[in-house]
C-alpha cells in the first residue's frame, strides 16, 4: 500500500512498488520495465497518492543513493538522503549553508525536485550540481547549477535526480546552530507537529501567504471525511486517521474556490497530487 510511504498515509496499492539499490539497477529497470507509467517517490512528504492506488511501477531509491560524504566544504550526495540527516550532519562538521532546511522532511531529490526552502533560503542556493538518469537515453547526466532554472518551489530538472553536490561554507558552530534553533522554533510556534500531514498544500502566491488567505476565508477547522484543515496553520490538511485521497481533494477544491470568491486570489498546488 502506498499510504505506508508518504506522511500523508493516504494511498492505495501500486501495481509495482520497486526498491532500487543503485545506479546500474535503474539502468537495468528501465531497460526491463514494461509499463510506461512510472513515478519515483522521495521520502513521500508533498505527495498525494489516489485512495485507489497507482496503475504503474512506483520506485523508491535506497542504498547507494542514500550515502553522502563530505570532503572539505563540498557535500556530495544520493538522492534519497534524507534532508534532516544532512543539516544534522553538516553542522557537526561547522559547515554552513544548509540550516534553513531544518525541519523540512523528506529526500535531497525531492527538495530539489521542488526546490523546497522556506522564506530564509531554497536548496538550489547551495547546489553546485545534480546527477540525473535520463530514461529515454539509458544514460546519467550531470546538471551544473547554472543550467537549471529554479524558481520558487519549481526546478526545471528533467529526468530522475540520482545524486547532488553541494557547496558549503566553514561557519562558526553557534551562528550553525543558532539558525537551525530559530528554523525549527520558527515551525514549532507556526506549523502542526505529530499529524499526518502532507506539509504546505498550496504555493504562497506572490507577496502572500496561502495559509493566512485560508484562515481569513474562515476555514481552519473544515473537515471533509477523514481531512480538515489545520486549525494550527491553514495551509496544512491533516489525516484525522481514515482520510481518503477524496476528503483532501474536496477540502483542497474548497479552498481554491473561497480564496478566489473572496480575495481573487488562485491558489495553485504545492503538494503533488498523483493518480
Ligand atoms: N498565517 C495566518 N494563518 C494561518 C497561517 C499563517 O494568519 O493559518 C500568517 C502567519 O501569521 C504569518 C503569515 O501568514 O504572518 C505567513 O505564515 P508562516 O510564517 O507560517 O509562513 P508560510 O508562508 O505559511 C512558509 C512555507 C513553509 C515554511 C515556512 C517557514 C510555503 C507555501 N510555505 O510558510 O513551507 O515551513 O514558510 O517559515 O512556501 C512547505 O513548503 O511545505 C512548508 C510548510
Do not use: W
Request: aromatic share 8%.
Amino acid at each position: 500500500m502506498l499510504s505506508k510511504h508518504v506522511s500523508f498515509k493516504i494511498g492505495g496499492p501500486a501495481d509495482y512498488l520497486v526498491e532500487i539499490p543503485a545506479k546500474e539497477a535503474l539502468k537495468e529497470f528501465f531497460r526491463q520495465i514494461q509499463t510506461d507509467k512510472v513515478f519515483v517517490l522521495g521520502g513521500g512528504t508533498n505527495i498525494l497518492f489516489d485512495s485507489g492506488g497507482f496503475r504503474g511501477a512506483v520506485i523508491k531509491l535506497t542504498g547507494c543513493f542514500e550515502e553522502f560524504s563530505f570532503d572539505g566544504e563540498t557535500l556530495t550526495c544520493g538522492s534519497a538522503a534524507l534532508l534532516p540527516l544532512l543539516v544534522s550532519e553538516s553542522a557537526k562538521r561547522n559547515l554552513s549553508g544548509l540550516e534553513f532546511c531544518a525541519g523540512i522532511p523528506g529526500t535531497v531529490g525531492g527538495a530539489l525536485f521542488g526546490n523546497a526552502g522556506t522564506p530564509q533560503g531554497n536548496i538550489s542556493d547551495a547546489l553546485q550540481s545534480c546527477e540525473v538518469f535520463n530514461a529515454v537515453s539509458g544514460e546519467f547526466e550531470i546538471l551544473n547549477q547554472a543550467e537549471i532554472e529554479f524558481e520558487y518551489r519549481r526546478s526545471s530538472i528533467k529526468g530522475i535526480i540520482c545524486g547532488a553536490v553541494f557547496s558549503l561554507k566553514s561557519g562558526r558552530e553557534n551562528d550553525i546552530l543558532n539558525l537551525i534553533s530559530a528554523a525549527l522554533d520558527r515551525r514549532k510556534h507556526s506549523q502542526p507537529s505529530g499529524v499526518l500531514s502532507a506539509g504546505c498544500i498550496f504555493k504562497n502566491p506572490p507577496h502572500l501567504s496561502a495559509g493566512k488567505l485560508i484562515d481569513e476565508c474562515g476555514l481552519k477547522g473544515r473537515k471533509i471525511g477523514g481531512a480538515q484543515i489545520s486549525q494550527k496553520h491553514a495551509n496544512f490538511i491533516i489525516n484525522c486517521g481514515n482520510a481518503q485521497s477524496a476528503d483532501v481533494l474536496e477540502l483542497i477544491e474548497i479552498a481554491r474556490a473561497e480564496a478566489e470568491k473572496q480575495f481573487g486570489v488562485k491558489l495553485e498546488t504545492e503538494i503533488r497530487i498523483i493518480k
